[in-house]
């Protein structure tokens, strides 16, 4: 059965070669909340809750619509995708028994920091009455406020295998031994699946419009056209908005760790989109070197370095794998933020190695990514549909990584674990590791 079964309903709309997704309609009505717990409910389309001051107390529940569910497999899981903002504190979302006791999903928390948020929620088995439910999970004595614009729910259907490319589910870790039959199968479409150049073509298409502010992205054709005082100011809003206050949790804090440890190191910055985390290390100190698949990334940062009269900067394009070998020098330090991530394995393993050889030991790996937690809450999807969910519509991929599928993409290197950890309610992890061989 396919993951995502035909509906008559609106598309969801997808590019031309990957399935197109269609959501069920009539399952929640957003115009429908029943407030709880003195939680206040504003509007119709988009609707605002204000949530009650006490933790996990339930601030509006929207009543399951049997009829359209009626048809469904008995194996069919429901995937509830809701989107929204929250303003003030942070809200939570889960699907409730009848009883509105027993959680039956899995959960999904948002904050300031988030931005415009989705929630995504996974039920599994797809229920035949229930509630979803928003409620407050902020410290008790605060309330919450979020807007929310609309629920969909998508027809799943059992849980797939680990959807990696059948290259690497034959070399997968979890194997004791090499299936022949799936190798040859692997070796026979290779050439197809793991196509550098249209691949690389697919992420140009997407990283031309690069995330600035926590609810913003822009494109590097409109960043293009803006003066230099209104490119720095744009810059200088989007520094401050994800390194201070809410956004502390966002850029802050890695950035008060690394600071000092990178003044005066050389740093390669993988996909560096619009230099926040490059440009503020280069401000304080380091050597950096910005490499990025988009040549206009480039240009922008390059213009942004000049407007800030710093000349400890390099810039790298990322036109194939074989252009990592023009890279002039050894790095102290590989940083990899949310990059790598958005590349099947076996590309973004040959990748890793052709960064490797400018990594020596006793240099660091320093890499954020998304954990399987967060892949399992948001639906258990195949990488080439989990992208759309994670970074929106154009992403063409996004693959989960824990310690160990991060060490056998960087192997045969090796690595002592310096920072390993979750953050932001599961919604990433991060890597800091130093090389020992």
């Not at 293009?224 to 908005?241: N, Q």
Request: aromatic fraction near 10%.
């Amino acid at each position: 059965m396919p993951l995502f079964s035909r509906a008559k309903t609106g598309k969801v709309p997808r590019s031309a070669d990957q399935p197109v997704l269609e959501a069920v309609q009539g399952v929640f009505d957003l115009t429908k909340a029943v407030p709880q717990n003195q939680a206040q409910v504003t509007g119709s389309s988009p609707i605002t809750i204000t949530t009650d001051e006490h933790q996990w107390w339930y601030a509006a529940a929207f009543r399951l619509q049997p009829k359209a569910l009626r048809n469904w497999p008995s194996d069919a899981r429901l995937l509830i995708r809701v989107e929204g903002a929250v303003q003030t504190g942070q809200v939570g979302l889960a699907f409730v028994a009848d009883d509105m006791k027993k959680i039956l999903s899995t959960t999904d928390e948002k904050s300031p920091a988030h931005g415009d948020a989705t929630f995504t929620i996974l039920v599994d088995p797809a229920p035949r009455s229930g509630w979803l439910i928003l409620r407050n999970t902020a410290p008790s004595g605060k309330a919450s406020r979020c807007e929310l614009r609309a629920i969909q729910t998508f027809q799943a259907g059992p849980e797939p295998p680990q959807p990696t490319s059948r290259l690497t589910e034959v070399t997968d870790f979890n194997a004791s031994t090499i299936d022949m039959t799936k190798l040859a199968a692997a070796a026979a479409s290779a050439g197809a699946e793991n196509s550098d150049d249209s691949f690389l073509e697919a992420l140009r298409r997407k990283w031309s419009e690069v995330p600035t502010t926590r609810t913003m992205r822009l494109s590097t054709a409109d960043m293009a056209r803006m003066s230099d005082e209104e490119l720095w100011a744009l810059w200088s809003r989007v520094a401050e908005e994800t390194t201070t206050g809410e956004g502390y949790s966002v850029r802050g804090w890695y950035h008060d760790l690394y600071r000092d440890i990178l003044r005066g190191k050389r740093v390669l910055d993988v996909g560096s989109g619009f230099g926040v985390d490059g440009l503020t290390f280069a401000r304080a100190g380091a050597q950096i070197t910005f490499l990025d698949v988009v040549r206009g990334n480039l240009v922008i940062v390059e213009r942004l370095c000049h407007i800030a009269h710093v000349s400890n900067v390099r810039f790298h394009y990322l036109e194939d794998l074989s252009s990592l070998d023009a890279l002039t020098h050894d790095f102290d330090v590989i940083w990899c933020l949310g990059s790598m991530l958005h590349a099947p394995f076996s590309f973004s393993r040959r990748e890793a190695a052709a960064l490797l050889r400018r990594l020596p030991v006793g240099g660091r790996w320093i890499e954020l990514a998304y954990p399987r937690e967060r892949w399992v809450r948001e639906g258990s999807l195949p990488f080439s549909e989990w992208g759309k969910i994670t970074d929106g519509e154009r992403t063409p991929w996004a693959e989960w990584y824990d310690l160990k599928r991060l060490r056998m993409r960087l192997e045969p290197a090796e690595f002592d674990v310096l920072l390993h950890f979750n953050l932001h309610q599961d919604d990433f992890n991060w890597f800091d590791l130093i090389r020992r061989k």
